[in-house]
Antibody
Framework: QVQLQESGPGLVKPSETLSLTCTVSGGSISSHYWSWIRQPPGKGLEWIGHIYYSGNTNYNPSLKSRVTISVDTSKIQFSLKVSSVTAADTAVYYC???????????????WGQGTLVTVSS | DIQMTQSPSSLSASVGDRVTITCRASQSIRSCLNWYQQKPGKAPKLLIYAASSLQSGVPSRFSGSESGTDFTLTISSLQPEDFATYYCHQSYGTPQTFGQGTKLEIK
C-alpha cells in the first residue's frame, strides 16, 4: 500500500521560503507524477505543480515564479519550495501521487494526510 | 485557465436519496475529469477517474457520466458515510483546476 507523508515547518515568516518534503513508502517513485496541492482554510483545492520521476516539472503559472519542486529518487522523496511567502500562502499542503496514461488520463490516486503551513510573523 | 463550475455548492439530502452533482468545464476537456470526496480534516479521496471509471475499492453506488463539457457524479442511494464535500478536477489543461466543491449535508 502506497503511503505519502508530508514534513516541514508549520510556521513560516512572511517573505521567507516555505519548504516541505513528501516521503513515499510502499511503492516506487518511478513511472508516476508527484504533485503538490494546497487548500487554504475553509476553501477549495489549488494545484501547485508536479514532477515526473525523471525530473521534468510542470507548475501552475500563477505560482511558477516562486515555486520549485524537486525529487530525490534515492530517498524516495520529493520536495516543494515556495519563496517570498505571504499570508495568502497559508494553507494545508498535500502531496499526492498522480497516475497518468495515454497522454491524457491523469488522476491523484494517493494523497498524504496534509500539513498546515501558516505564514505569520 | 479552464474554469470548472460545480453545482450545487451545497446540498441537503437524506439517507437513501439519489444525488447528482454537476461540473461544467469552460472548454472541452475530453474525458479528463476526476471526482474526489473530502471529509473534514482529511485528504481528498479519488472516487471516479476519466469521467466514468470507478476507482478500485469505491462502492458501486458512485458513478460518473459526461455529456460534452458537462460532467455528473451520481450517488444512487446515499449512505451515512457519504456526507462530505465533493470536488471535480480537470487534468486536460495547465494549470489543472478543481471545481469549488459541493458540500453534501444531512437533511
Amino acid at each position: 500500500q502506497v503511503q505519502l507523508q508530508e514534513s516541514g515547518p508549520g510556521l513560516v515568516k512572511p517573505s521567507e521560503t516555505l519548504s516541505l518534503t513528501c516521503t513515499v513508502s510502499g511503492g516506487s517513485i518511478s513511472s508516476h507524477y508527484w504533485s503538490w496541492i494546497r487548500q487554504p482554510p475553509g476553501k477549495g483545492l489549488e494545484w501547485i505543480g508536479h514532477i515526473y520521476y525523471s525530473g521534468n516539472t510542470n507548475y501552475n503559472p500563477s505560482l511558477k515564479s516562486r515555486v520549485t519542486i524537486s525529487v530525490d529518487t534515492s530517498k524516495i522523496q520529493f520536495s516543494l519550495k515556495v519563496s517570498s511567502v505571504t499570508a495568502a500562502d497559508t494553507a494545508v499542503y498535500y502531496c499526492a501521487r498522480a497516475t497518468a496514461s495515454g497522454g491524457w488520463l491523469y488522476y491523484f490516486d494517493y494523497w498524504g494526510q496534509g500539513t498546515l503551513v501558516t505564514v505569520s510573523s | 485557465d479552464i474554469q470548472m463550475t460545480q453545482s450545487p455548492s451545497s446540498l441537503s439530502a437524506s439517507v437513501g436519496d439519489r444525488v447528482t452533482i454537476t461540473c461544467r468545464a469552460s472548454q472541452s476537456i475530453r474525458s479528463c475529469l476526476n471526482w474526489y470526496q473530502q471529509k473534514p480534516g482529511k485528504a481528498p479521496k479519488l472516487l471516479i477517474y476519466a469521467a466514468s471509471s470507478l476507482q478500485s475499492g469505491v462502492p458501486s453506488r458512485f458513478s460518473g457520466s459526461e455529456s460534452g463539457t458537462d460532467f455528473t457524479l451520481t450517488i444512487s442511494s446515499l449512505q451515512p458515510e457519504d456526507f462530505a464535500t465533493y470536488y471535480c478536477h480537470q487534468s486536460y489543461g495547465t494549470p489543472q483546476t478543481f471545481g469549488q466543491g459541493t458540500k453534501l449535508e444531512i437533511k
